[in-house]
């Protein structure tokens, strides 16, 4: 299975932007990217996928290298509600089901 | 609404006594998969439903059992939980398996063994 590699931890000022990078060096053709974030106590919750173009939605936005080996993951305005594990996860189109493998993620913190 | 229900969000058990744990979905999705979360770990998975099919992760212990009697339902047997079993498990379901849909977890339930 393919890797991630993401920084232990993040701080960010609130209403700030935060960029939470993930390499993903040995990434395949037919690799989703994918983010979910845990926040205390809940289980995890899905935020974002991309195949290659950058793509936006209600909580994120997805900007996707062209090489496709590093993606980040865009706050627009950091809240306290945000303060949370973050996982980048690579999710094959092809294999199935047994893909959804977590790494150890980015643990950010938000700063009132 | 909740769409992945686990239940209990609590648990306590004795040492070596079985439990069950249960996860529902009102999401119809055909795959449901079991992931055990240690203190400050990431989830780990155990095994995952693909419809009927039942998959085992390589390295999860002959101790954790799975039943999927029918799409909405999906449960967790431990059957001689030791102290090491205490954890958060999470339930999660997918559409497909393929990497274009994404996943969806319930709250978990933690469990403590005394």
């Known amino acids: 299975d393919a890797k991630t590699t993401q920084p232990n931890s993040m701080e960010s000022n609130e209403e700030e932007p935060v960029h939470l990078p993930c390499n993903h060096s040995t990434i395949s053709g037919t690799d989703y990217i994918h983010w979910y974030r845990q926040l205390p106590s809940q289980g995890p919750e899905y935020v974002i996928h991309g195949l290659t173009s950058n793509v936006n939605n209600r909580m994120a936005s997805l900007a996707i290298a062209e ?21 980048c996860i690579l999710r094959d189109r092809a294999t199935g089901a047994n893909n959804l493998f977590f790494g150890t993620g980015t643990r950010l913190t938000v700063i009132p | 609404d909740a769409m992945v229900i686990q239940n209990p969000r609590y648990q ?22 079991w992931y055990q979360q240690k203190s400050s770990q990431a989830p780990k998975l155990l095994f995952h439903y693909y419809d009927k099919d039942f ?14 009697p029918n799409t909405s339902f999906c449960f967790l047997d431990i059957r001689s939980p030791g102290l090491g079993d205490a954890a958060m498990y999470l339930c999660a379901t997918s559409r497909e398996p393929q990497g274009h849909t994404e996943a969806f977890f319930g709250q978990g339930t933690r469990l403590t063994v005394v």
Not at chain 2, 55 to 68: H, L, Y
């Open chain 1, 67 to 87: 090489d496709r080996k590093s993606s980040t993951l865009i706050l627009h305005r950091a809240t306290l509600r945000d303060a949370a594990v973050y996982y």
């Open chain 2, 12 to 33: 306590v058990t004795q040492f070596g006594k079985p439990v069950t744990l249960s996860c529902s979905q009102t999401l119809n999705h055909n795959v449901m998969y």
């Open chain 2, 55 to 68: 998959n085992n992760e390589a390295d999860t212990p002959d101790n954790f059992q799975s039943r999927r």
